[in-house]
Antibody
């Protein structure tokens, strides 16, 4: 059974940093690209970032480019999102999601970890 | 990277059909057959309902179907059931290894 478990969320002051983690199990982690998607309270889904199977290719939404860094450790079956210079508008539930192979949809999602940016 | 456009709300009576639209551009919806649809119940993670415009994952009822014409994709739920009441989001590949989502549609079963 595919499982994605996010952690690392919490309350953080504007301008500070936070690192999210996603522990994956139930599939061969290094065979799949992974993505982060966020959802602000009461709002819709927003794609944040994606990373290729080997971690070489990384992409970001314009709203986080230059502030967030996605990475993965295939030996640990883990995905990460380093978030720097956090803003109030980054407040959201952050989902880790697995992309299906050789195509462009997200077939499994975690339950999310909540990030609140507030002073 | 503008969000795809969905109507904020849709509704229908049990047993009736309802269609939700998703409008993008030639750089996303119109340029690729990589439109997907997700269902989200309150407090839950999104669930894949349709991928590659019209394909249905195993376990998704066949009353859910998808289509695309030009820059607009559509999700149709035929034979509405109470459990179909949820938020629905479309998504498309947007080139350069990026994805884009729609703003979401709240589906109400009357």
């Amino acid at each position: 059974e595919v499982q994605l478990v996010e952690s690392g969320g919490g309350l953080v002051q504007p301008g500070r940093s936070l690192r999210l983690s996603c522990a994956a199990s139930g599939f061969t982690f290094d065979d799949y690209a992974m993505h982060w998607v966020r959802q602000a309270p009461g709002k819709g889904l927003e794609w944040v970032s994606g990373i290729s199977r080997n971690g070489v290719t990384v992409v970001y939404a314009d709203s986080v480019k230059g502030r967030f860094t996605i990475s993965r450790d295939n030996a640990k079956n883990s995905l990460y999102l380093q978030m720097n210079s956090l803003r109030a508008e980054d407040t959201a539930l952050y989902y880790c999601a697995k992309r299906a192979r050789s195509t462009w949809y997200l077939d499994y999602w975690g339950q999310g970890t909540l990030v609140t940016v507030s002073s | 990277q503008s969000a795809l456009t969905q109507p904020p709300s849709a509704s229908g009576s049990p047993g009736q059909p309802v269609t939700i639209s998703c409008t993008g551009t030639s750089s996303d919806v119109g340029g690729y057959n990589y439109v997907s649809w997700y269902q989200q119940h309150p407090g839950k993670a999104p669930k894949l309902m349709i991928y590659e415009v019209s394909e249905r994952p195993s376990g998704v009822p066949d009353r859910f179907s998808g289509s695309k014409s030009g820059i607009t994709a559509s999700l149709t739920v035929s034979g509405l059931r109470p459990e179909d009441e949820a938020d629905y989001y479309c998504s498309s590949y947007a080139g350069s290894n990026k994805l884009v989502f729609g703003g979401g549609t709240k589906l109400t079963v009357l």
